[in-house]
């Protein structure tokens, strides 16, 4: 199991990397990990205010396993989302949301991409799209767990679901994984559209 200090800037990097990479935008997005009963997560603002530049004393941490009556201040506003979804899968330990801007324009559209290959066989050929709700509210957590439970079963090791109208969510065993699945979509994504733009000349 990785020590504290290491899973803090295990995110701190993947956030970097992803930044860099056009992965996570500045408009918002959110980066956690579960280690034991913790759930380790990136601060509020962390797209607005840190652009993606963290500290690992920035990252917090909750514990699970009891009821979250308020999100402690520091944490990001969707740390009841990344709860839900890892009271939901056991075996997923990292979650990305993001709003990458390909599939920002699905989000919008209410539409998945279609994945072929080997993200295919990872997450099927298309993702489930969960309901519009307020950024932060226990309703989006729920909407985004219901939607994702029409399509992976809780033993899930990988998901990923278009959260409607506002972006993505990405899950894996790990971060890297995350990452990576989060890149093959937003290359499906903008993929698709620029087929659809020849076949329809
Ligand atoms: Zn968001």
């Not at 956030?15 to 913790?38: E, H, P, Q, W, Y």
């Not at 989006?140 to 439970?149: D, I, N």
Request: hydrophobic share 40%; glycine share 10%; net charge neutral.
């Amino acid at each position: 199991m990785l020590h504290r200090n290491e899973v803090r800037l295990k995110i701190c990097e993947t956030a970097k990397i992803l930044f860099d990479a056009s992965l996570l935008t500045l408009s918002g997005g959110n980066i956690s990990c579960r280690v034991g009963g913790m759930m380790f997560i990136t601060p509020r603002y962390s797209a607005e205010k840190f652009k993606w530049r963290l500290k690992p004393r920035e990252i917090c941490e909750i514990r699970m396993g009891k009821a979250l009556e308020e999100v402690p201040k520091p944490a990001s506003r969707e740390s009841r989302l990344h709860l839900a979804i890892y009271e939901t899968y056991e075996g997923v330990n990292a979650l990305i949301h993001s709003h990458e801007k390909n599939l920002m324009g699905y989000a919008l559209a209410g539409k998945s991409p279609s994945l072929f290959g080997e993200i295919a066989r990872l997450l099927g050929g298309s993702l489930p799209i969960s309901g519009e709700e307020v950024p932060g509210s226990g309703e989006l957590a729920r909407a985004v767990v219901s939607s994702l439970l029409t399509k992976f079963s809780a033993d899930a090791r990988s998901l990923a679901v278009i959260v409607g109208g506002h972006g993505v969510v990405v899950g894996a065993d790990d971060l890297g994984s995350a990452g990576s699945i989060l890149c093959a979509l937003s290359e499906y994504a903008y993929a698709e559209i620029v087929k659809e733009h020849f076949q329809s000349r």
